[in-house]
């Protein structure tokens, strides 16, 4: 059933909730927090039809409730603006400054890249390439989110970044053209990362494919992410071809 404006309006702020919180939501904190503008029983209401629709579900006996991994596709794919998560220019000239001295190596490029993804968004980055073992940098940022403290989900992520041929065949799900593609839950294709995202993005380099990419939770900034991964492909694209 098609959603309507005003539970669309909700959905994105749960979404958007509990990706600062990665607490489930409830009915106060919308009326408090977002003003939605209608009484919290008409919420509630709302909350209760999205849950039938997949969209949310009830944690344990909380109050609150936590978006599906369907959401959080329906909101990447549907919600997010191309102008949200905009990359400051005082990142752009770093980035910048930090890739120029490794242009002419394409292995050299993207180990810079992991390390500067990581860094700037704080998650796990990796890259892969068809003529280079994978690259990732940043595992020390995965116990940040409470989501990895849950060790068998943490342990299938290292194996996964181990695992180079792998990660390869996630990366090769992409379809052609799309400039950063998102893989969220299921849409990874093994179960035991269901609870993961995965967005990344292509790089075809005169013979050679590679992959830039953030691995982790399926509650992450995507808007935040998108932009700087869009920004970094076509800052090295063009660099590649200059150099």
């Not at 990660?167 to 035991?192: A, C, M």
């Not at 991964?229 to 063009?238: A, G, M, N, W």
């Amino acid at each position: 059933m098609p959603l309507t404006d005003r539970q669309i309006q909700i959905l994105k702020y749960i979404i958007e909730e509990f990706i600062t919180t990665a607490r489930p939501v409830g009915s106060q904190v919308l009326e408090d927090k977002y003003h939605v503008g209608v009484s919290p029983a008409t919420i509630r209401n709302e909350m209760a039809s999205l849950t039938q629709e997949n969209l949310l579900f009830q944690p344990h006996t909380s109050a609150g409730r936590v978006p599906t991994t369907q959401a959080m596709r329906f909101y990447v794919r549907n919600l997010i603006r191309p102008e949200e998560g905009d990359v400051s220019a005082q990142e752009e000239v770093s980035f910048k400054a930090r890739l120029y001295p490794k242009r002419h190596n394409l292995e050299d490029i993207l180990e810079e890249t992991v390390g500067m993804l990581a860094e700037s968004l704080q998650s796990v980055a990796v890259a892969s390439s068809d003529e280079d073992e994978a690259e990732y940098a940043g595992l020390s940022y995965l116990l940040d989110y409470p989501e990895f403290l849950e060790i068998n989900l943490t342990r299938q992520v290292l194996a996964l970044l181990d695992e180079e041929k792998r990660l390869w065949e996630i990366f090769n799900l992409r379809k052609d053209g799309e400039e950063v593609v998102t893989l969220i839950g299921e849409e990874l294709g093994q179960e035991n990362l269901y609870g993961c995202g995965l967005v990344y993005a292509p790089l075809d380099i005169g013979p050679h494919i590679s992959f830039i990419g953030i691995l982790g939770p399926y509650r992450m900034d995507y808007k935040k992410i998108i932009a700087r991964l869009k920004l970094i492909r076509r800052l090295i694209v063009e660099m590649i071809k200059e150099s």
